[in-house]
C-alpha cells in the first residue's frame, strides 16, 4: 500500500463525520489508534544466522469489542499500511454489527524466502512478542495476505504454550481441525456475491444480461466470480498481477481457475474433464480492465487503483470493492455525482471477518456450526446489512460509503457517549 494511505483513510472519516453530524469526540477517537505495538522478530535461520524482522499489531479502537482484525506477511507492510486496515476494520465491524472493534497486524517480510521451518519460527516469534496484546477476549488476530490456516495454527498453538491452557478463540481462521469454522474459505468472495444479489433484487436483474470485469484472481475475487458465474452472470474479463484476459462472450470461470492452480497464469480456457482448450480472448493490462464499459467492477487485488489518474476513464455502472481500499477517497463524490454506484469494502468484504466471528462464537461455545448454518447466518447479516446502509442512503442522500461510514460512525458514538461526552460532562447541575 502506498505510504499516505492511513492519510487517505483517516481524511475519508473525517469528511465523512463531520457532513454526517457525528460527535466531534467520536470523530477524534477515530483520528487516533488506541494501541500500536511495534516489535523485532528474531528468528533462527536454516544457516544457523539470526535475522530480525519488523513486525506490527495495532488496536485502533475497542469501543464495540475485542479488536479483531488479519496479520499479513509482505514485503511492504508499515505502520500506516496497519493503522489504515485496523481503522477500516473498526468500520467494518460496526458496518455489520459484530461486537468487535478493529485490530490489524503485520510482519515485514518475503514470506516466498523463507524455508517451511523459518516461516513457523517467524510465526512462532510473533505471537511471544505480541503474547500480551492478543487474547481471546482483547484482540483475536485472523489470516490475511500470505498467511494462511497452517499459520494461524502455529500461532495458537504458541499462544497455548505461553498461556498453558487452551484457547481456541485467541485465532480465526485456523484448520478444522483445530477448531476452525466451515466456510471461511469463500466467505470474502461470498458477502461481496451476497452484496450483489441484493442490488438484483432492487433492479430485477437478469444476471445473464450483467457483465463483470474481476481485477485480482487470489481467494475473494476468485470466490465472487465463481459465485456470480454459477448464477449466470457473464464474466468478461478476469486478471491477476501479471495481467488480464478479456471476452464479451463471458469465460468460464471454473475452468480458468482450474489452468491457474496449474500453470500460475489466468488462461482463457474451457476445459472438459482434464483436457482444456483455448479460447477466443483478448490480452489486456489490469489498468485496462478498471476502464471496461461493464456493468460490475470488482477490484479485488490491490489499494488505490481507482484514483485521480484514471476516474474520467472509469465506466463501470456499479463498482464492488473486494480489495481494501480500491477507490481513493479524493475520487468518491465524483464517482457518485456521475452515479457510479460503489458498494464499499467495509460491506462487500465483510463477509469474512463476519464468518471469523462464527468461528469465534464456535470455540467458545464448544459447539461447532454446519456448512448450512454458516451460509444461512452470513446470508442474513450480510443482507440485512446491506439493506441498512441502502435505505440510510435513499433516506439522506448519501452514496452507499458515505452512508456505511455514517452508520458505522453512529453506532461507535453510541457507545463512546455511553461513558459520556463533554456534552454530557459540561453539563451542570
Known amino acids: 500500500m502506498s505510504d499516505q494511505v492511513y492519510q487517505d483513510a483517516i481524511t475519508r472519516v473525517r469528511r465523512i463525520g463531520e457532513s454526517a453530524g457525528v460527535n466531534h469526540e467520536v470523530i477524534e477517537a477515530l483520528m487516533h489508534p488506541m494501541r500500536t505495538m511495534v516489535a523485532s522478530l528474531p528468528v533462527r535461520m536454516d544457516d544457523g544466522s539470526t535475522q530480525y524482522f519488523t513486525a506490527y499489531r495495532c488496536r485502533y479502537n475497542n469501543a464495540l469489542g475485542p479488536t479483531k482484525g488479519g496479520i499479513r506477511y509482505h514485503p511492504d507492510v508499515n505502520l500506516q499500511e496497519v493503522q489504515a486496515l485496523a481503522l477500516w476494520m473498526t468500520i467494518k465491524c460496526a458496518v455489520v454489527g459484530l461486537p468487535y472493534g478493529g485490530g490489524k497486524g503485520g510482519v515485514t517480510v518475503d514470506p516466498k524466502k523463507l524455508s517451511r521451518m523459518e516461516l513457523e519460527r517467524l510465526s512462532r516469534s510473533y505471537v511471544r512478542q505480541m503474547a500480551d496484546v492478543i487474547s481471546p477476549d482483547r484482540d483475536i488476530p485472523a489470516p490475511d495476505v500470505y498467511t494462511n490456516e497452517r499459520i494461524m495454527g502455529w500461532m495458537m498453538d504458541e499462544y497455548e504454550y505461553i498461556t498453558r491452557k487452551k484457547a481456541p478463540g485467541v485465532i480465526t481462521g485456523k484448520p478444522l481441525s483445530l477448531g476452525g469454522s466451515v466456510g471461511r474459505d469463500d466467505a470474502t468472495g461470498r458477502g461481496a456475491y451476497l452484496c450483489i444479489l441484493e442490488l438484483e433484487k432492487k433492479h430485477n436483474w437478469k444476471p445473464e444480461e450483467i457483465t463483470v470485469a474481476v481485477q485480482g484472481f487470489g481467494n475473494g475475487g476468485y470466490h465472487a466470480a465463481r459465485l456470480l458465474h454459477e448464477r449466470g452472470y457473464k464474466i468478461v474479463a478476469i486478471s491477476d ?179 459520556g461526552t463533554q456534552d454530557y460532562f459540561s453539563i451542570r447541575d
Not at 488505490?304 to 470493492?321: P, T
Request: charged share 25%.
Open 241 to 419: 498481477s501479471r495481467g488480464g484476459i478479456f471476452s464479451s462472450n463471458g469465460f468460464d470461470v471454473p475452468s480458468i481457475y482450474k489452468e491457474k492452480q496449474a500453470t500460475k497464469q489466468v488462461k482463457a480456457v474451457y476445459c472438459t474433464h482434464s483436457v482444456c482448450e483455448q479460447v477466443e480472448h483478448t490480452a489486456i493490462s489490469n489498468e485496462e480492465l478498471l476502464e471496461l464499459d461493464v456493468d460490475i467492477l470488482i477490484p479485488a487485488a490491490l489499494d488505490g487503483v481507482i484514483g485521480g489518474h484514471n476516474i474520467d476513464n472509469i465506466k463501470a455502472k456499479y463498482i464492488v470493492e473486494v480489495a481494501n481500499g480500491p477507490v481513493l477517497s479524493d475520487v468518491d463524490d465524483i464517482l457518485h455525482e456521475r452515479g457510479i454506484h460503489v458498494i464499499p469494502d467495509v460491506l462487500a468484504n465483510a463477509g469474512g471477518v463476519t464468518v471469523s466471528y462464527f468461528e469465534w462464537v464456535q470455540n467458545r461455545s464448544g459447539y461447532a456450526w454446519d456448512l448450512t448454518t454458516v451460509h444461512e447466518r452470513l446470508e442474513k447479516i450480510m443482507s440485512e446489512s446491506f439493506n441498512r446502509i441502502w435505505d440510510l442512503a435513499q433516506s439522506e442522500g448519501r452514496s452507499m460509503r458515505n452512508a456505511a461510514y455514517t452508520h458505522a460512525m453512529r453506532k461507535i458514538g453510541e457507545a463512546i457517549e455511553a461513558h
